[in-house]
């Protein structure tokens, strides 16, 4: 016979199910995902289908070869740190930036595929043209922080 889970807020059942869409956002990366398999009871307590689930969700999210469709920009400075043009090396004006959009669809374990869509700051070199996304570094971090911002929203409990 199978393991029933019980809630830990209330003990009431647990079933698996998909969560509508939420959404977060950092420093103007913004995330929405769509379809994220969730534990819920009946009083509306939600939480995570594992422990480890957030984590291994942005690891498949960020193992995509294709995150998204540009470039990241080279960052440079020691106090005062400046994007710079994987290109040609020239300074980035970061105040005029356009929008890129990513759109992903990930299976998890044999669950139903989540989508994910992602836009965040796109920057064009005025020197050679070449458009660019934030250092790799700064958009994980960013990927991270409005995720977690997701998951608050969806008030999933961890574990």
Known sequence: MGQMLRCTQCDAEMTLTPL???????????MKIDGLPALRCANGHTRFVAPTFPSMFLDQLLSAPDLVPLDSAAEKGFLRKRYCCPSCGEVLDTHDAGRVHADHSMAVDGLRPIAVHVELPA?????????????????????????????????????
Do not use: F, K, N, W
């Open 123 to 159: 920057y064009r070199c005025a020197s050679c043209g070449h458009e660019c996304v934030e250092p790799r570094d700064t958009m994980v971090s960013d990927l991270m922080q409005a995720s977690a911002h997701a998951y608050r929203s969806a008030r999933i409990a961890p574990g």
């Open 20 to 30: 509508p869409p939420i959404e977060g956002e950092e420093h103007g990366l913004h």
